[in-house]
């Protein structure tokens, strides 16, 4: 199965691997979300943007300072935006950070799958036609902002999916899922989100998927589980996480290694962090994932999100320690 891929990106077709991140972030020191008005949020969305850009990120995720389930959910169940229930009206299909964008910048665009939605709504549950009702909804946010010529990536959030014993549907109901919430990414990158490898093979049969990521970073043995001929054999990626970012876990070993509580020493605790999230360390993953997998590495970045981290400096030196890295990689294999 041939999947067609185009980005329009230079930077891509020179090395192959793009970086990018998952989305989440923390706020400005200071910050609160309660009492902006769209107007100041968008200018908060448009500062830490330009931090994620000048980090060094090739692709970034417009930052998700909002909760990813009811950023979405909130519209899509709104009587006065919806044809009917879970089914959003096209035109209100709108994510309010992409009002952050300059003319012509593209960013990867971040939408909670249809699985998450659900689950969030009604657990353990399994009415197909509501799930299916999601992945419309879900497809109108991507068609609305590939129309508006800002996606350079698609990406699809299910980090509940082969976790969560909640999701009772069946495997072809789940792929029928994705596949309508995919459908308006087709011909284009777009990955799915997952934090556990069990559904990766499964992703990778759907149409609309064309890269499938694993927080390989945190979970090295994971690569292990995504077999490269089914990847080649689906027309597949992988974006392996090359960064860790569960930052509550790692604390939690340097502070029993260290005899201390790092969280009482900030400066410290990013020290420590850093310094096993080094250029070397992230560099060394990459490489693994790639002598691994090859062409079929299509994109790198953190695990997941930062937005449990404990400031944007911090954060924004992780990126930058991933940046490094990506670079140091593509100079060796002079490009």
């Known amino acids: 199965m041939q999947k067609e891929m185009v980005t329009g990106q230079d930077l891509f077709d020179e090395c192959g691997i793009f970086f990018d991140d998952i989305g989440s972030y923390p706020l400005p020191k200071g910050a609160r979300l309660d009492g902006l008005s769209s107007e100041q949020y968008i200018g908060l969305v448009r500062e830490t943007l330009d931090q994620k850009i000048s980090s060094g990120v090739d692709v970034a ?81 991507f068609e609305n902002a590939k129309e508006a010529g800002v996606m350079a990536v698609a990406s699809l959030d299910e980090p509940s999916l082969g976790i969560s014993s909640s999701i009772v549907f069946q495997e072809d109901d789940i792929l029928q899922a994705l596949e309508i919430a995919s459908s308006p990414c087709r011909s284009m990158d777009c990955e799915v989100h997952l934090h556990s490898p069990l559904y990766a093979e499964p992703c990778a049969r759907v149409s609309g998927i064309s890269i499938v990521g694993v927080e390989s970073a945190a979970h090295p043995d994971y690569l292990r589980l995504i077999d490269r001929r089914v990847l080649e054999e689906t027309d597949t990626y992988l974006r392996a996480g090359i960064a860790r970012t569960d930052i509550l876990a790692m604390a939690a070993r340097l502070n029993e290694r260290l005899g201390t509580n790092l969280w009482d020493d900030p400066a410290r605790l990013e020290r420590e962090i850093l310094e096993m999230e080094s250029v070397q360390a992230i560099k060394r993953r990459l490489e693994i994932a790639h002598s691994e997998f090859g062409e079929r590495l299509r994109a790198v970045g953190p695990d997941c999100g930062l937005g449990s981290w404990p400031s944007q400096a911090t954060a924004c030196r992780l990126l930058r320690n991933c940046a490094e890295a990506v670079r140091a990689f593509r100079r060796e294999r002079g490009r």
Do not use: H, N, W
């Open 61 to 141: 995720t417009y930052p998700q300072f909002r909760d990813m389930i009811k950023m979405f959910l909130d519209p899509i169940k709104d009587p006065q935006l919806s044809l009917s229930p879970y089914l959003i009206r096209k035109e209100e299909a709108k994510i309010l950070e992409l009002r952050a964008l300059r003319p012509r910048e593209r960013v990867r665009v971040c939408v909670t799958g249809p699985l998450e939605l659900y689950v969030s709504a009604f657990g353990a549950t399994g009415y197909t036609d509501i799930l299916f009702s999601l992945a419309t909804s879900v497809a109108r946010f």
